[in-house]
């Protein structure tokens, strides 16, 4: 069985992100990762994901005006050595 949920805030850069997933998830822990359009998926998907499993992205090239949008990853959380 797969481990809890981990959630982070949205992420605005990637030093940021390091210190935020870190805190909050375990090895095996669903993600859910939160980022700015600034950021590109691929850099947090090959960091912070593993890539046996499935990873649900949606990241909008588009700028999102509107409040609490954001673009996400959804995957099991295994940091890259």
């Known amino acids: 069985m797969l481990g809890k949920v981990c959630e982070t805030k949205i992420i605005k850069n990637i030093n940021e992100t390091i210190e935020k997933?870190?805190?909050?998830?375990?090895?095996?822990?669903?993600?859910?990762?939160?980022?700015d359009i600034k950021i590109r998926s691929e850099e947090l998907i090959v960091k912070f994901c593993n890539l046996n499993h499935t990873i649900v992205?949606?990241?909008?090239?588009?700028?999102?005006?509107?409040?609490?949008?954001?673009?996400?990853?959804?995957c099991i959380y295994q940091k890259s050595e």
């Open 57 to 74: 992205v949606n990241d909008q090239i588009k700028t999102i005006h509107q409040r609490g949008s954001t673009n996400y990853i959804i």
């Open 21 to 35: 997933i870190e805190k909050k998830c375990e090895k095996g822990d669903k993600m859910l990762l939160k980022f």
